[in-house]
């Protein structure tokens, strides 16, 4: 069948690998294949994982903001991989997959964004934020989640959106500021992105 379909000595073999790629992922344990192949993209509840990298940074500075103390993940399971070994970081997210995590996971829909455990409320050190949708109701519902699990009214916020929903940060009544740092995600996004730190420091 391969001889009808044409296909290129070469093709044929980047296509071999690939199938031999796919059936050792397959058997791998779950917590040893790479976060994006651990849980595919649904584009369907709007999810765009952030390279490892980009992970990796938004991780490293939740953490020296923190200064062990606990993080909260809004909406960005990618960072929350990346802080695994932070035994406070918790997720805060729709997509039930990521129950896989046990009491770190806590299912949550900003259309009810008060709707989070009591323990949680007023508990946080920093919060880390990428909102599902690009809408002005969405962000307002995030940051009324934020503003609820934060310890206080001084707890810092690091937010990844699109820039189109600025105006709602800046009606907020914090103050932020617009990191230099570019977040690449494993496939691209084509909205321009809204970095805001709240502490002024840059990524």
Same mark, same amino acid.
């Given at each position: !069948?391969?001889?009808? &379909?044409?296909?290129?000595?070469?093709? =044929?073999?980047? =296509?071999?690998?690939?199938?031999?790629?796919?059936?050792?992922?397959? /058997? =791998?344990?779950?917590?040893?294949?790479?976060?994006?192949? /651990?849980?595919?993209?649904?584009?369907?509840?709007? $999810?765009?994982?952030?390279?490892?990298? *980009?992970?990796?940074? #938004?991780?490293?500075?939740? %953490?020296?903001?923190?200064?062990?103390?606990?993080?909260?993940? &809004?909406?960005?399971?990618?960072?929350?991989?990346?802080?695994?070994?932070?035994?406070?970081?918790?997720?805060?997210?729709?997509?039930?997959?990521?129950?896989? #995590?046990?009491?770190?996971?806590?299912?949550?829909?900003?259309?009810?964004?008060?709707?989070?455990?009591? %323990?949680?409320? @007023?508990?946080?050190?920093?919060?880390? !934020?990428?909102?599902?949708?690009?809408?002005?109701?969405? !962000?307002? %519902?995030?940051?009324? *989640?934020?503003?609820?699990?934060?310890?206080?009214?001084? *707890?810092?916020?690091? &937010?990844? *959106?699109?820039? &189109?929903?600025?105006?709602? =940060?800046? $009606?907020?009544? @914090?103050?932020?500021?617009?990191?230099?740092?570019?977040? /690449?995600?494993?496939?691209?996004?084509?909205?321009?992105?809204? @970095?805001?730190?709240?502490?002024?420091?840059?990524?």
């Amino acid at each position: !069948m391969a001889d009808d &379909i044409g296909l290129s000595p070469e093709a =044929l073999a980047a =296509l071999q690998q690939f199938y031999t790629e796919q059936a050792l992922e397959k /058997q =791998l344990p779950v917590q040893e294949k790479p976060f994006h192949k /651990q849980f595919p993209e649904d584009w369907n509840l709007s $999810q765009f994982w952030y390279t490892p990298e *980009t992970a990796q940074t #938004f991780a490293e500075e939740a %953490k020296k903001v923190a200064a062990g103390g606990p993080i909260a993940c &809004i909406s960005s399971p990618s960072v929350f991989n990346a802080l695994l070994e932070h035994p406070n970081a918790f997720l805060f997210e729709y997509d039930r997959r990521f129950s896989y #995590f046990g009491d770190r996971f806590t299912y949550y829909d900003y259309n009810e964004p008060s709707n989070v455990p009591k %323990k949680f409320e @007023r508990y946080f050190d920093i919060i880390v !934020m990428d909102p599902p949708h690009l809408s002005k109701e969405c !962000m307002e %519902k995030v940051i009324e *989640t934020a503003n609820l699990l934060s310890k206080s009214d001084n *707890t810092p916020w690091i &937010i990844c *959106t699109g820039s &189109i929903v600025e105006p709602v =940060l800046l $009606q907020s009544g @914090r103050k932020f500021f617009l990191c230099d740092f570019k977040p /690449q995600h494993i496939r691209p996004v084509s909205y321009t992105h809204l @970095r805001a730190h709240e502490t002024g420091r840059n990524l």
